[in-house]
């Protein structure tokens, strides 16, 4: 008789470790400081590359600030792109609301006063940061590409616009900056429910329980 496999979800969340992270302040200048403790911004996470489609993001950020013009975008990464990246953020003259971390140990802090997450990319395996940002209370705004985000998130527990499609990007964010409180917070506690099966407890009981049976 063939055994059954155990098939755990990846990745696996220290929730503990995240619940002391994001109350840590972390190293960075003082007007980045600045604004994440006391402006609107956007979060991204990740390596300047094609797969986190950057480049398209940018290009839509000047119809964003159509939207809301107090926004500000903060950036965690390197990467082949960046300096292509940061010379279309001067020719698209929005350079002052654009700034880029180029590491830290610590993302919980940023996620913790995040407006929201915004993952522009072409694909991901499911996206360690979508699932970090969920458990840490932040809105994910993400493209629908393949493996992971719109499995995750679902049509209740984020918002998803149609993967390298501006107007798509731009209308959803559109929705989620008009949208009322109420309604967001509805959906970051479905998205939070739905990353219990992340957690490293939820890992440990499924295993015992597994081998107990």
């Given amino acids: 008789m063939r055994e059954k496999l155990c098939v755990l979800s990846d990745p696996i969340l220290n929730i503990n470790e995240i619940q002391k992270a994001r109350n840590k302040e972390v190293v960075i ?3 980045i400081k600045k604004i994440v403790s006391e402006k609107k911004f956007f979060l991204s996470i990740g390596r300047f590359t094609k797969q986190k489609n950057y480049l398209f993001y940018l290009s839509c950020i000047p119809e964003i600030l159509k939207i809301d013009n107090e926004l500000y975008f ?3 990464g390197k990467g082949e792109d960046k300096e292509k990246f ?3 953020s001067d020719k698209l003259n929005i350079s002052d609301r654009i700034f880029i971390v180029d590491h830290t140990k ?3 802090y940023f996620m913790k006063n995040a407006n929201a997450l915004v993952l522009p990319s ?3 395996d499911p996206g360690f940061v979508l699932v970090e ?3 840490n209370s932040c809105t994910v705004i993400s493209s629908d590409c393949p493996n992971g985000p ?3 998130i679902g049509e209740d527990g984020g918002y998803l616009f149609r993967s390298n499609s501006k107007s798509s990007l731009v209308q959803t964010i559109g929705l989620f900056l008009n949208d009322s409180k109420k309604s967001i917070i509805f959906k970051k506690v479905n998205l939070k429910k739905r990353l219990k099966r992340f ?3 939820y890992h440990a009981t499924n295993l015992k329980n597994k081998i107990l049976n």
Avoid: P
């Fill in 122 to 124: 072409l694909w991901e």
């Fill in 199 to 201: 957690t490293s407890f």
């Fill in 86 to 88: 940061l010379k279309i």
């Fill in 29 to 31: 200048n003082d007007h």
């Fill in 74 to 76: 903060i950036f965690i």
């Fill in 150 to 152: 719109s499995e995750i």
């Fill in 133 to 135: 940002a969920g458990y």
């Fill in 106 to 108: 610590n993302v919980h």
